[in-house]
């Protein structure tokens, strides 16, 4: 008789939400702001990953000549298969980001460090942890919570649960149905009083 290993387990998370509120992201891209050296490169991290949904290797991969200033747009490339697309950026991601090119000018990657050599995919999660804690947020935030506040804001808007799959790059539907299901919106006309 042959054993086979046990199913994994999936670990329940011990938060509450595994997304964040618009209030506790701006709050959140405000604290990296005022923090440190790299206060502009912290905030527009936290701004581009919540806006486009971009995942932590997505973020760390992301080059210039993926983005255009003049016109406005940003070329999102998804890892684990995903399907890529290309965005609309607007003002304040435009502003960040021309400030980043300002301080940076000589990189070919986006997000850089003092050695202008890419952030690593390690570096992320503490930005985003610190921010949440200089924000005052009661748990710990970890970068994924920014792609699900962004699909949730997005179903919360009233966007097509088609149209919010192909922004996440998602390539099956059901990764973005959790956000519509759990859209207030979907429920707003059940009671007219």
Known sequence: MVSHP???????????????????????????HSFGTHGVRDAAIILLMFRHGLSTAELVSLKWSQIDLNDGYIEIRRVKHGHDSIHPLRAPELSALRQIKRDYPETQYVFVSERKA???????????????????LNESVHPHQLRHACGYYLASQGH??????????????????????????????????
């Open 6 to 32: 046990p199913p994994p387990v999936k670990v329940a998370s011990k938060r509450e939400r595994e997304y964040l509120r618009p209030k506790e992201v701006e709050a959140m891209i405000k604290a990296a």
């Open 160 to 193: 097509d649960t088609r149209a919010i799959q192909d922004y996440l790059g998602h390539k099956n539907i059901h990764h973005t149905v959790r956000y519509t299901q759990m859209s207030p919106q979907r429920f707003e006309s059940f009671w007219t009083d």
């Open 118 to 136: 890419p952030l690593s995919t390690r570096t992320i999660p503490h930005i985003i942890a610190r921010a949440g804690e200089l924000a005052g």
